[in-house]
């Protein structure tokens, strides 16, 4: 089980909780970069899953690299300091039963909360279909399992003027969440 | 009807943040949300710390994508922007105030002077040239919703990006 540090726990999981969408990037096998916005969930060990397209540009790199780097944020933020959690990951494609099924209600869960989906009923269904993830369907599901987790670091003044950084958030072994 | 470039121009307009993914010196993908600003010919521009990931990253490799979307609205209901291109930090007198007249004239800011992105201060101006542009549509496999991204016509994108 993975948790993150308590100290800025609650700023990371304020972040999480709040966005629907994450963006993934990845190196194609070019050492170029490419990137995607996705809807994503979560469990307790902040393992993040998602759905696409088996043929889509990023699930065709994460195949041959799972290497990503995952970005949170509010991109609607009008202030000069976006808080944001930034992930450094490896990515894979979810095929066993149970984890379809864990990811999928973890879905089911998020479409419920945001409206997307509006009864428990078709939640349900939509938990039932894990099979259109898996076999001849062209939709895949993915996880990302994190290795780096940091968030943005309060701002540094030089003469006035604002230099960006980051903070590393610890991941411990094991801890509770 | 909208076009999709006038779609594009919309989001690009209204979002302040955008996210760069660059890769690293070894090769591993980084992501940075950044305010950006851009000009009529449709470069952007970003101020950051010389000395950030991506800074490095693009010193290293020009390589460039970029999403510019909202990260808050329903699945099908919002578009994103996707660009592929170069940046590089700008070395170029003009070019640097250029994108200082887009970066704080954006936000109705007084700029700051042109000797503050230079020599021993420690924030540089980037210019991201964009050669690709995508918009987002929703696809439906099997009653899921997947995302498709459909190209844009960048001369017909940057005309609307002139037209106020």
Same mark, same amino acid.
């Given at each position: 089980m993975i948790a993150l540090s308590l100290d800025n726990l609650h700023t990371v999981q304020k972040i999480l909780d709040e966005n629907l969408y994450m963006t993934i990037s990845v190196s194609n096998s070019n050492g170029n970069p490419w990137i995607a916005n996705l809807f994503y969930v979560y469990d307790k060990n902040y393992t993040f899953y998602w759905y696409s397209p088996k043929n889509s540009r990023h699930s065709h790199i994460i195949r041959t690299n799972p290497d990503v780097a995952l970005a949170i944020f509010d991109s609607t933020a009008t202030g000069d300091d976006v808080d944001a959690v930034y992930i450094q990951a490896n990515a894979y494609e979810v095929s066993s039963k149970s984890e379809l099924l864990k990811g999928l209600t973890l879905y089911g869960k998020k479409l419920l909360g945001t409206h997307f989906i509006r009864s428990y009923k078709a939640i349900e269904m939509f938990i039932k279909r894990y099979q259109d993830f898996k076999g001849g369907s062209p939709l895949r599901m993915y996880k990302a399992v994190p290795k780096k987790v940091w968030k943005l670091a309060p701002s540094k003044a030089y003469h006035e003027k604002f230099v960006d950084s980051r903070i590393e958030v610890p991941l411990h072994k094991p801890l509770m969440v | 009807m909208k076009t999709n470039e006038y779609l594009a121009k919309e989001i690009i307009e209204s979002m302040l943040y955008m996210n760069i993914s660059t890769i690293t010196p070894k090769g591993r993908p980084w992501n940075t949300p950044l305010i950006f600003a851009y000009d009529k010919h449709f470069n952007l521009y970003w101020l950051s710390w010389k000395k950030n990931q991506h800074s490095i990253n693009v010193k290293n490799n020009p390589h460039v994508f970029a999403t510019i979307y909202d990260s808050t609205v329903p699945t099908d209901t919002g578009f994103g922007v996707y660009l592929e291109g170069t940046a590089h930090e700008i070395k170029n007198l003009k070019e640097t105030l250029q994108g200082l007249k887009c970066i704080y004239g954006r936000r109705n800011r007084i700029r700051r002077p042109? !000797?503050? /992105?230079?020599? !021993? /201060?420690?924030r540089r101006m980037y210019k991201f040239t964009p050669k690709r542009v995508w918009i987002n549509g929703y696809g439906d496999v099997d009653s899921n919703y997947v995302d498709v991204r459909v190209e844009l016509d960048m001369e017909e994108l940057k005309q609307a990006i002139k037209e106020k």
């Amino acid at each position: 089980m993975i948790a993150l540090s308590l100290d800025n726990l609650h700023t990371v999981q304020k972040i999480l909780d709040e966005n629907l969408y994450m963006t993934i990037s990845v190196s194609n096998s070019n050492g170029n970069p490419w990137i995607a916005n996705l809807f994503y969930v979560y469990d307790k060990n902040y393992t993040f899953y998602w759905y696409s397209p088996k043929n889509s540009r990023h699930s065709h790199i994460i195949r041959t690299n799972p290497d990503v780097a995952l970005a949170i944020f509010d991109s609607t933020a009008t202030g000069d300091d976006v808080d944001a959690v930034y992930i450094q990951a490896n990515a894979y494609e979810v095929s066993s039963k149970s984890e379809l099924l864990k990811g999928l209600t973890l879905y089911g869960k998020k479409l419920l909360g945001t409206h997307f989906i509006r009864s428990y009923k078709a939640i349900e269904m939509f938990i039932k279909r894990y099979q259109d993830f898996k076999g001849g369907s062209p939709l895949r599901m993915y996880k990302a399992v994190p290795k780096k987790v940091w968030k943005l670091a309060p701002s540094k003044a030089y003469h006035e003027k604002f230099v960006d950084s980051r903070i590393e958030v610890p991941l411990h072994k094991p801890l509770m969440v | 009807m909208k076009t999709n470039e006038y779609l594009a121009k919309e989001i690009i307009e209204s979002m302040l943040y955008m996210n760069i993914s660059t890769i690293t010196p070894k090769g591993r993908p980084w992501n940075t949300p950044l305010i950006f600003a851009y000009d009529k010919h449709f470069n952007l521009y970003w101020l950051s710390w010389k000395k950030n990931q991506h800074s490095i990253n693009v010193k290293n490799n020009p390589h460039v994508f970029a999403t510019i979307y909202d990260s808050t609205v329903p699945t099908d209901t919002g578009f994103g922007v996707y660009l592929e291109g170069t940046a590089h930090e700008i070395k170029n007198l003009k070019e640097t105030l250029q994108g200082l007249k887009c970066i704080y004239g954006r936000r109705n800011r007084i700029r700051r002077p042109l !000797k503050e /992105f230079m020599n !021993k /201060f420690p924030r540089r101006m980037y210019k991201f040239t964009p050669k690709r542009v995508w918009i987002n549509g929703y696809g439906d496999v099997d009653s899921n919703y997947v995302d498709v991204r459909v190209e844009l016509d960048m001369e017909e994108l940057k005309q609307a990006i002139k037209e106020k």
